[in-house]
Nanobody, 124 residues
């Protein structure tokens, strides 16, 4: 089992920045690819970004490219999502996820593990 706990959400004005963190515990964190997803009210959960287990490969949804950066610190068992130039349409609950395979995080298949989510609200 891998337990994931997200922190860093909050209320920010449009154009502002937030950094989300996801701390992992349980099985060897560095063996897992990590990802961020989000779900806005009335919408399905969608992929935002993913990073391979070693951190050498990153993937982004088109909506995140150029504004969001995913990174990981395997010494701290933590993955981050730096979000810049935030827009009201970025408002959502953001979820951290983990899977053995990076490709799962970028597919429609549910990852093995999910966090509980953290709310991000961007005001106009």
């Amino acid at each position: 089992q891998v337990q994931l706990v997200e922190t860093g959400g909050g209320l920010v004005q449009a154009g502002g920045s937030l950094r989300l963190s996801c701390a992992a515990s349980g099985r060897t964190y560095s063996n897992y690819a990590m990802g961020w997803f989000r779900q806005a009210p009335g919408k399905e959960r969608e992929f935002v970004a993913a990073i391979s287990s070693g951190g050498g490969s990153t993937f982004y949804a088109d909506s995140a490219k150029g504004r969001f950066t995913i990174s990981r610190d395997n010494a701290k068992d933590t993955v981050y999502l730096q979000m810049n130039s935030l827009k009201p349409e970025d408002t959502a609950v953001y979820y951290c996820a983990a899977d053995t395979y990076t490709i799962i995080l970028t597919s429609t298949v549910n990852p093995e593990y999910w966090g509980q989510g953290t709310q991000v609200t961007v005001s106009s």
